[in-house]
């Protein structure tokens, strides 16, 4: 391992944009499978290998089917939690979207994450956090049960909403669901909006204005509008942004992508992997990937975790526990 790998495994990280249902690793998925007698829809090798978005996202429709129980999701999440453990994470919020879980009711969904990260963290595994997670394709109907369950069932680990799925529908999806989103803000969650990936600069001014957005999950369209960089540099808007999930989706070429530009312009910009498991990426070969493509240096990727920590949605305690851990490994770079 190069010397700058062997200290982005060392620093401590923040993992902001991350979707539970990307984390399934292919021996879960196949055992599962297996248990239930149900054939795996393409050869075992080749299980993980897509050919564009929508093959991507009827094989992350596929893996959830295969849940069925609590008792599988807490073993999911509590995979999750060694993943991030071995990848020397100390804080993520993790995305989970009820909508793609066909045969597991919320209650169980977001139940079992909880149980699984609670028990991962007794054994000093990191703390993990939920975000529950809209479509934009939803009916509202569906979408107002989601929202009613969460506020209904308040728990500290679940810290904010969010939303996905197509952004050519953000216009629409944004007016339909701007009052669960305000509904959720009063009761203190945060907001976090994919945004700015398919859609241009309007969608992130769309996700700030119409849903109140707090962070944005991509964002990086936003470098097409100079009065969006400059608004979110001024506002401290913070940017979840996953360099090679965009490549991996022909958003851009390596070289033509815009990390570095709005990194420059002082947006609080920081990297996350999207969908490790099924990308066939960690967040510490992300980090190296970046630091390769565009010569950012230790200090510019412990500046990212900095920036990552004022995206949280966590309680100040917690926060400044994940400072004191920053912090301390500044130290030993300095
Ligand atoms: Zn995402």
């Known amino acids: 391992m190069s010397e700058l790998g062997d200290l982005i495994r060392k620093m401590p990280k923040l993992e902001m944009h991350i979707h539970i249902e990307g984390t399934f690793d292919k021996k879960m998925v196949c055992r599962l499978a297996e248990s239930q ?7 075992e090798e080749s299980l993980f290998s897509f050919n564009g978005l929508s093959d991507f996202l009827s094989m992350l429709d596929w ?13 999911l999440a509590r995979h999750f939690a060694e993943y991030a453990s071995d990848e020397g ?8 979207n009820p909508s793609h879980w066909k045969n597991i009711g919320i209650g169980d969904l977001v139940g079992g994450l909880i149980e699984g990260f609670d028990e991962a963290q007794e054994k000093g595994l990191p703390d993990c956090r939920i975000l529950v997670s809209l479509r934009r394709e939803q009916e509202l109907d569906s979408a107002s049960k989601i929202v009613d ?4 069932n308040r728990h500290p680990r679940v810290v904010g909403l969010s939303i996905d799925g197509n952004e050519e529908l953000s ?3 944004n007016q339909k669901f701007a009052p669960l989103f305000a509904k959720c803000k009063a009761a203190g969650l945060g907001i976090t909006v994919h945004a700015g990936e398919s859609s241009g600069p309007e969608g992130v001014v769309e996700a700030l204005d119409l849903l109140g957005a707090d962070r944005i999950d991509h964002g990086v369209r936003s470098v097409e509008s100079p009065e969006l960089m400059r608004r979110l540099h001024d506002e401290r808007i913070p940017l979840d942004v996953c360099f ?3 490549i991996l989706c022909d ?3 390596p070289e033509a992508h815009p990390i570095k530009k709005l990194y420059d312009s002082g947006i609080l910009v920081n990297a996350s992997t999207d969908d490790p498991h099924l990308f066939q990426i960690s967040l510490t070969d992300e980090l190296e990937r970046i630091a390769l493509q565009f010569g950012f240096s230790i200090k510019d990727l412990l500046a990212m975790q900095y920036n990552a920590l004022e995206a949280v949605f966590c309680d100040e305690g917690e926060k400044q526990a994940i400072r004191r851990k920053l912090d301390e490994f500044r130290n030993t770079i300095a």
């Open 37 to 43: 007698g149900i054939p795996l829809p393409k050869p």
């Open 63 to 75: 893996n959830c089917s295969l849940v069925r129980d609590k008792e599988t999701v807490r073993e």
């Open 89 to 96: 994470i100390v804080y993520t919020e993790v995305i989970v």
């Open 149 to 152: 369950w969460v506020l209904s």
């Open 171 to 173: 216009a629409v999806s």
């Open 244 to 246: 090679s999930s965009n």
């Open 251 to 253: 958003l851009y070429t």
